[in-house]
């Protein structure tokens, strides 16, 4: 991908693809894909994950001996939704909580383990993640809703 957003998309579904997202996900009851793009569909298995690009703005713009480059950072949110499952005494908060510390160790952000998931670019350069907050949110009586945040920041070629 050359749209340098696509291409870190691309990136980050990479990342979730390569880590045990998808197992852990799909243990609870969610079914293929888990990751979405924006939105769900109607009907999506409980629990899943979409991704969403909330802001992009252009940090520095340089020369280089190959073109012109761009230091852009990236606002992304995660929002995990969980329904309780039949068979497990934990509520939905407590379902998408343990997700999100799942998501987070791939990404950014839990306390005590850093990040296993690796951001490629095929057109430029992850510099940075930095997990931003993380809120939760009940959606209804069995359905909870809980969003991380994080700034991702690329270089990414620049034609003219």
Request: glycine share 6%; with cysteine; hydrophobic share 40%.
């Amino acid at each position: 991908m050359v749209v340098a957003t696509a291409d870190l998309d691309t990136a980050i579904v990479a990342a979730w693809n390569a880590s045990s997202l998808d197992t852990t996900f799909a243990a609870l009851g969610g079914t293929s894909p888990l990751l979405w793009d924006e939105e769900a569909p109607a009907g999506q298995a409980f629990p899943y994950c979409v991704m969403e690009t909330v802001d992009v703005s252009r940090e520095a713009r340089m020369s280089s001996l190959v073109g012109t480059r761009e230091v852009r950072r990236v606002n992304k949110k995660f929002s995990v939704l969980a329904k309780e499952v039949s068979g497990d005494s934990r509520t939905a908060k407590e379902i998408a909580a343990y997700l999100v510390e799942e998501v987070m160790k791939v990404y950014g952000g839990h306390p005590t383990q850093v990040p296993t998931g690796v951001v490629t670019l095929s057109n430029g350069n992850h510099i940075t993640t930095f997990y931003d907050t993380d809120m939760g949110i009940r959606i209804e009586d069995t359905i909870y809703q809980w969003d991380i945040s994080y700034l991702f920041i690329v270089d990414v070629p620049v034609a003219g």
